[in-house]
């Protein structure tokens, strides 16, 4: 059955009805300025099980990883443990203000210390610093340590900054943000970075390479120390966008391989939420040489067995933040560290790349798939379906909701036609993983037979399919009653 659409709060108003009652006053009574009460202001008015059950069947209308499978690609991390909530809720890490002394706040300042050292151990870092607020504004603060870097060395005719046109689109974003110039890399046919095209793009003018692996077709990239060394010869510095850090967990560090600071998506590879709005955090971690320039302030403890206090590294970028990133983020994933240990971590990596390619070796049995190689933690199919050419990747998207699964990553990265990009992750069960195939089965005869039924999919959905160019022209995002 199709979950009806909630009557909107207004719709549902009746003058007089409440949902709270109020004290009785022990106050002496005033009354409110007049110039500060908006009589035009329509506020809706309903009982308490009103406005409960409105909430309710609106929140029931969104797809939800507490209900269904969620394939989208290029995210990583679906799974946010229950432990990590109630622990962010501690009233002491909940209440505890971000003005409070350093020494009556040593037990937060404890765990953002013990999270840099877990992150720095398992990325092969000198430092980190937990201030970024998402991996974009992680690579925003990357990048700017690079650039103080040389100029601190008197290079700051340094600008140019490679990038594969595998890349997701906040790695050219971050570069022009940063002053810099990007400058696309293409990749060969086996999806790496074009050895020879990388040798031609590095001058005298280079600054640094960004670079993600595995990259954003769930790719690793083969020839990675070839690639550093080559930049480093140039006198240029690596980036490593670490969002894919997930499929690498416990396998291989980035420090290991030459890269020189990264950053991590805590919503990414570590269980904090993602989507929805929700904070994120974004931690960069930095070899020896970029560690002074980090933004801070960062946690450092004098001596062993003494206080934490937070310091500005020497050459910092400064602060990017307000106070000291996303705290609550950081209590999640330093839960879900702790629960895995290093073996455990190892095994989550491991169950990622394994369940992508299962997921794989079925799934190219029924859409293309372009690169022949095995995939880490996610991979990209094609859209197109022999027998049923018009069908594009937005039908079959639209008709797994029917089904109810959520559509993998649609149309990125651009670099593959009608790209599909898959990512199942390391917490779904092989049944899980054959219903997504069996769904996509009974999709791809669906196209064949009745065309007609993916175009106008979903048909399940309380919503149908909606007109994108309207809401690009004709932006509504106020209710109006
Ligand atoms: C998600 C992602 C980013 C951006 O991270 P946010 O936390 O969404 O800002 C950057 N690079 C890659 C490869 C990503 O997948």
Redesign the pocket.
Known sequence: MIKPIPALLYEQSESGRRAAVMPDCDVPESTFPEELLRADLKLPELSEPGVVRYFTQLSQLNFSIDTNFYPLG??TMKYNPKVNEAMASLPGFLGHHPLQEEMLSQGSLELMYRLQEQLAAVSGFHSVSLQPA??????FAGISMIRAYHESRGEAHRRRVLIPDS??G??PATVTMAGYEPVELPSDANGNVDLQALKEACDDNLAALMI?NPN?LGLFEEHIEEVTGTIHEFGGLVYG?G??MNALLGTLRPGDVGIDVMHF?L??TFSTPHGGGGP?S?PVAAAEILAPFLPGPVVEREAEGGPYSFVTPAQSIGSIKLFYGNFGMNIRAFTYILMHGASGMRELGENAVLNANYLKSRIEKLLPVKYKRNCMHEFVAGGKIEGAEEITTRDIAKRLLDYGMHAPTVYFPLIVKEALMIEPTESENKRTLDAFVEALETIISEAREHPGLLHGAPHEMPLKRLDEVKAVKDLVLCMHP
């Open positions: 290029s995210c998402a991996g974009a504004q992680g690579e890349a997701h906040t790695n993600t954003t966008d969002a894919n998506n919503h990414k994120g974004g």
